[in-house]
């Protein structure tokens, strides 16, 4: 696994040993990062179910101010650690493994792109969708990584799903916050 672009581009990361853990694939993290582009540099992230951290530290080595990483699991936490003093990123980043509700409930940040991946089929994302808009800034976009056969709501707090990307049997759902005219 290698970050795709940036400063850091063509850095090798270090992945989680066994089956706890589904990186997520170059593709769908290329397709993410096209989406968000133009939004990433000096924005507030929020890498949720983060995993080896590789879509956060993208997101740095693409320009984005801050990172807030979290997964429950301490190897994962252990493993985005070292990936982020490998490429250098550490004085930006915050790094917790705190179960996700937990973290969402108690959080004072604010963020300007939050990330959501977690575990497939476990009706998670319905649950932290809400959570996590209530984090977001006026700019605020979220997009959740799941399986095509997973159903979303159109629109959460005063956040609507603007698009839906496929990637095989992967989505990304793209929400941004309501227009008022």
């Not at 080595?61 to 429950?72: I, L």
Request: aromatic share 10%; charged share 25%; net charge positive.
């Amino acid at each position: 696994m290698r970050v795709i672009s940036g400063s850091a581009r063509g850095r090798k990361l270090k992945t989680l040993e066994g089956m706890d853990t589904r990186p997520t694939t170059d593709r769908v993290k290329e397709g993410f990062f096209n989406i968000v582009q133009f939004d990433v540099p000096a924005s507030r992230f929020l890498d949720l179910f983060s995993g080896s951290g590789q879509i956060g530290i993208e997101a740095l080595s693409r320009g984005a101010d801050y990172v807030w990483f979290n997964d429950q699991s301490k190897n994962a936490r252990q493993i985005i650690s070292e990936n982020l003093n490998h490429v250098g990123f550490l004085k930006n980043a915050k790094v917790t493994s705190l179960d996700y509700k937990a973290l969402l409930s108690n959080c004072k940040e604010t963020f300007d792109i939050a990330y959501l991946d977690p575990p497939y089929n476990m009706g998670i994302l319905n649950e932290a969708l809400p959570l996590t808009a209530k984090l977001m800034s006026d700019r605020g976009i979220i997009v959740c990584e799941h399986l095509l056969s997973d159903t979303l709501p159109e629109k959460i707090e005063d956040f609507v799903l603007k698009k839906r990307y496929k990637y095989g049997k992967i989505h990304l759902s793209l929400y941004k916050k309501e227009e008022v005219i």
